[in-house]
């Protein structure tokens, strides 16, 4: 069984920067896949950034080259977050899973975080 608790997130100023970071518990040695994900109000669950137990990055196109996802290990990751925006207010999750498919699907096979709210204005 695994467990995640984000934390980080908070109000920020357009421009500014937030680091969130996750924190796993159970047996996440094993995980392929871990990312973060949000939520903006009134949408749905998109990706925002993911790695594999390989140690390839992913991100969608509107976080390029301002978000960074890295791990310590496999019981810590972050998200970094530069030059925040007001469209990258949402509540954040981070996720983990064990198969193979695209890690930056938000399927049925994620583990979830409760989610931390970042609001950018």
């Known amino acids: 069984h695994v467990q995640l608790v984000e934390s980080g997130g908070g109000s920020v100023q357009v421009g500014g920067s937030l680091r969130l970071s996750c924190r796993a518990s159970?047996?996440?040695?094993?995980?392929?896949?871990m990312g973060w994900f949000r939520q903006p109000p009134g949408k749905g669950r998109e990706a925002v950034a993911a790695l594999d137990n390989l140690g390839s990055t992913s991100y969608a196109d509107s976080v390029k080259s301002r978000f960074t996802i890295s791990k310590d290990n496999a019981k810590r990751w972050y998200l970094d977050m530069n030059s925040l925006k007001p469209e990258d207010t949402a509540t954040y999750y981070c996720?983990?899973?064990?198969?193979?498919?695209?890690?930056?699907?938000?399927?049925?096979?994620?583990?979830w975080g409760q989610g931390t709210q970042v609001t950018v204005s």
């Open positions: 996720a983990a899973k064990f198969d193979t498919v695209s890690c930056m699907v938000a399927d049925g096979n994620y583990n």
């Open positions: 159970g047996d996440t040695e094993r995980a392929y896949c």
